[in-house]
């Protein structure tokens, strides 16, 4: 009797000791899960914040500084325009840019600086081909702050802010505003400059992009005898493969494929061209294309060029609108001025990264009968 006795006491501690030790995990375990849930709501907090900040920043912030409620929202409304007229709504520009932005649809940017202490967004095109040559390169459009929930005009000299603030740290944002309206007058011009770079051997040779199609107000004759030495960016570039095809090339895919162009002989230099012009320029050698790192300009050096074409494009008035694309055919002046060939340009509305200047049109197809 007494050892069952015993046995039962024990047995009855150990219960006691199991519901202790069952509180005790209880409450072990709510307090872990209290722990997760406020660790939890400051991480989502501190992810908010960050994620304010991130927005901010894409939306315009230029300097790693947090933009204004006010200013965030005036900037998520201009980013998602793509009518010029809607655009001109709100930045109420001058008639001529108005006039340039219809002609050429060229590219427009807008950043936002508060390096004065309060936020101003200025506004750039990005350039436009006339005279086989991109004018308008970072041109300053408009220079605001933002009053009552309106963007205000700060009436700033727009040539001096350009000199101020184009090669500085700010980061540009591109607006994508809509190219469906054709213009004859802009489709020749992307027709003019791009017409003989079969003369070259096309595009992807030396002489197709740095002879034919480039700025010849750029091509430096007086630096070595009987060299013609022409320096270009990436970034014009890429907008030339953008320009002279039908794909589409974003920056990194273009510096990819110029080491193979033909005839010419690439190498790469850890050095910036820019404040070295004069060393390079009289060094450099024929059929050369040197890239430098520091900078992503090109410099290529050829002898002279020359050749000639039978064939011309039609006048204006004999060119075919056709939806997107401008249908142009060709005259063989070989062949008594007859109609042998045509060059079929589109709206450009490609969407590509390292570019600055998106042209009118491109060049869809050229065929020579």
């Known amino acids: 009797m007494f050892q ?6 024990i047995k009855e501690k150990r219960k006691d000791t199991n519901k202790g030790m069952k509180y005790l995990l209880g409450f072990v375990v709510i307090f872990i899960a209290a722990v997760i849930c406020v660790f939890g709501i400051i991480k989502y907090e501190e992810m908010q914040e960050n ?6 920043e894409n939306l315009g912030s230029a300097d790693g500084k947090k933009l204004d409620k006010e200013t965030t929202i005036i900037i998520e409304k201009i980013s998602s325009l793509n009518d010029i007229d809607a655009l001109n ?19 427009v940017y807008y950043t936002v600086d508060n390096s004065e202490g309060f936020d101003k967004i200025y506004f750039r095109l990005g350039g436009y081909i006339v005279d086989r040559k991109v004018n308008g390169i970072n041109e300053i459009i408009g220079s605001y702050k933002i009053d009552d929930g309106k963007l205000t005009s700060i009436g700033d000299d727009l ?42 051997g096309g595009i992807d ?36 493969y953008n320009v ?47 890239y430098f790192k520091k900078d992503k300009m090109y410099l290529a050096a050829f002898g002279g060029i020359g050749g000639a074409s039978g064939m011309t494009l039609t006048t204006p008035d004999k060119w075919i609108e056709e939806e997107d694309r401008i249908i142009i055919p060709l005259i063989n002046n070989f062949e008594g001025g007859k109609i042998k060939g045509k060059m079929v340009l589109q709206l450009n509305n490609k969407q590509y990264e390292g570019g600055q200047s998106r042209s009118k049109y491109y060049i869809e197809s050229r065929t020579d009968n």
């Not at 190219?179 to 770079?197: G, I, L, P, S, Y």
């Not at 162009?261 to 004069?278: T, V």
Request: cysteine-free.
């Open 159 to 200: 040539g001096k802010v350009g000199s101020k603030i184009n090669d500085g740290d700010l980061t540009w944002k591109q607006l994508n505003l809509n190219n469906k309206v054709h213009d004859k007058d802009a489709a020749k011009a992307v027709a003019d400059k791009f017409f003989a770079v079969g003369l070259g």
């Open 51 to 56: 994620s304010t900040s991130n927005n901010s």
């Open 89 to 107: 709504l709100e930045l109420h520009l001058s008639q001529s840019v108005v006039d340039i932005l219809k002609k050429y649809t060229p590219t």
């Open 244 to 290: 002279a095809t039908p794909d589409t090339y974003n920056a990194d895919q273009v510096y990819k494929k110029v080491p193979a162009l033909k005839q010419a002989k690439y190498r790469e230099i850890d050095d910036s061209y820019k404040g070295n012009e004069s060393k390079y320029n009289k060094s450099i050698g024929n059929a050369e294309v040197l």
């Open 205 to 240: 040779s030396i002489l197709g992009i740095f002879a034919y199609s480039s700025d010849f107000s750029k091509h430096i004759t007086d630096a070595q005898l009987g060299l013609t030495v022409v320096p270009m960016s990436l970034t014009e570039i890429t907008d030339m």
């Open 4 to 9: 069952l006795l015993i046995k039962k006491i």
